[in-house]
């Protein structure tokens, strides 16, 4: 069955230390792939894509996303995080074509920053 | 901000009734999608719409429909409302009817049902 699976729910990380949150998926072929941040009472916001090519993609605020097929997964880094990136973040992916695929959500990750 | 606007942002109703949740899209953005967030189902995905027509559905029950109308605003109808429908309700929009996945989310409508 089509999943997507982050394996921590909560995580607590000092300002200025680094960050790397967790994603697994399920799927027979290579998904596009997808991370967005929920701030407290804030819509969700995309950080960064994985469609193809280098696996190693470039975000928003600083966060970057590696993708290893091997492993299925696409774990989202970053190097110093701010207290500002306090929020819950979500993996996504899109199963299926795109003129038909649906972007199913993983049950996110909520990140705690401490001074 | 997204440029996706969501009304009401709260609504407190009870059980049995009916509301219905607005969303405008993006200027120009010709699919709406519509997503449920509560803690213990997380983020679904109920349902797309592209230029008017239903493009693909997820886990939307019967008790609830959506439609978008011709200047592509969208509506939620959820009907016969029980407990477990409360949650956070996003729309969210793109340009085109291809899910790439590349959405833009409004703030949500917090749905309270008592």
């Known amino acids: 069955a089509q999943s997507v699976t982050q394996p921590d729910i909560h995580i607590t990380v000092s300002e200025g230390a680094s960050l790397e949150l967790r994603c697994n998926y399920s799927y027979g072929a290579t998904p596009y792939l997808f991370w967005y941040v929920q701030s407290p009472g804030q819509g969700l916001q995309l950080l960064l894509k994985y469609f193809s090519g280098d696996t190693l993609v470039q975000g928003i605020k600083g966060f970057e996303a590696e993708f290893k097929r091997s492993q299925s997964s696409f774990n989202l880094r970053k190097p110093s995080v701010h207290w500002s990136d306090a929020a819950e973040y979500f993996c996504?992916?899109?199963?299926?074509?795109?003129?038909?695929?649906?972007?199913?959500f993983g049950q996110g990750t909520t990140l705690q920053v401490k001074p | 901000d997204s440029g996706v606007t969501q009304t009401p942002k709260h609504l407190i109703t009870a059980t049995g009734q009916r509301v219905t949740l607005r969303c405008s899209p993006r200027?120009?953005?010709?699919?709406v999608y519509w997503y449920q967030q509560s803690l213990d189902q997380g983020l679904q995905f109920l349902i797309q719409y592209y230029n008017g027509e239903e493009r693909a559905k997820g886990n939307i029950l019967e008790r609830f429909s959506a439609q978008q109308f011709p200047d592509l605003h969208s509506e939620l109808n959820l009907s016969s409302l029980e407990l477990g429908d409360s949650a956070l309700y996003f729309c969210?929009?793109?340009?085109?009817?291809?899910?790439?996945?590349?959405?833009?989310f409004g703030e949500g409508s917090r749905l309270t049902v008592l």
């Open positions: 996504a992916v899109v199963f299926g074509s795109s003129n038909t695929g649906k972007l199913i």
């Open positions: 200027s120009g953005d010709l699919s």
């Open positions: 969210a929009s793109n340009p085109s009817g291809r899910n790439t996945g590349e959405l833009f």
